[in-house]
């Protein structure tokens, strides 16, 4: 059997500290959708080929950037990162204007005899950076429907899918008691077919 390409892609964990507790940003995939139908995800998508040379202010800490590169040229971890941002303001109308809050945290790739692969890095950011009002999704694409902000108690209990669920409890692994930390301590690493993640040194 042949499998599928795997095509590069990025998802962002947008947290929120200005509530009680912290609050992660997620939708709903369409029953339509070839990839995840009926998930709930976090934004992300697949690296198009013009975020290669789209300009990108700020970038992730030197620890994240050393670990993105691993698997990962310098030009592909500049388009990952701008596809972050890219995805998320297709997808929930919202805008990061830079990539000062993104860190890495996980890296899983999508097992074979699936009909869509990806090479999927997480990132998490923070959502005090974003332009605006963080409950105004009116200039979101439609594709994820149901767009809230969930406490990470709520979104555990959501029945993730396998990948989802990691980079949740990555993201959460992240915060510090003054928001993200600057380097989380281990990023892991799902390749598709040992279902044991291993670290990104």
Known sequence: ME?????????????????????VLMGQRGASAVFLPHAVVFPG???????AGAPLRGGVPMPCQRRLTKGASEGLAHALQVAALRELREETGLVLPDASSLRFI????TPPARTRRFDARFFVGDAAGILGDPDDFSAADGELSDLRWYRFSQAHRLGLHHATQAGLRAAQAAIGPAGLVDSPGQVLFFDGLDPALKPIR
Do not use: K, M, N, S
């Not at 095509?7 to 962002?12: F, G, I, S």
């Not at 964990?13 to 507790?21: K, S, T």
């Not at 998508?45 to 975020?51: M, N």
């Open 3 to 23: 499998h599928a390409p795997i095509r590069d892609a990025a998802t962002l964990v947008l947290v929120r500290f200005d509530g009680d507790g912290p609050r």
């Open 45 to 51: 998508g697949a690296v198009e080929a013009q975020d």
């Open 106 to 109: 996980f890296r899983a790739i």
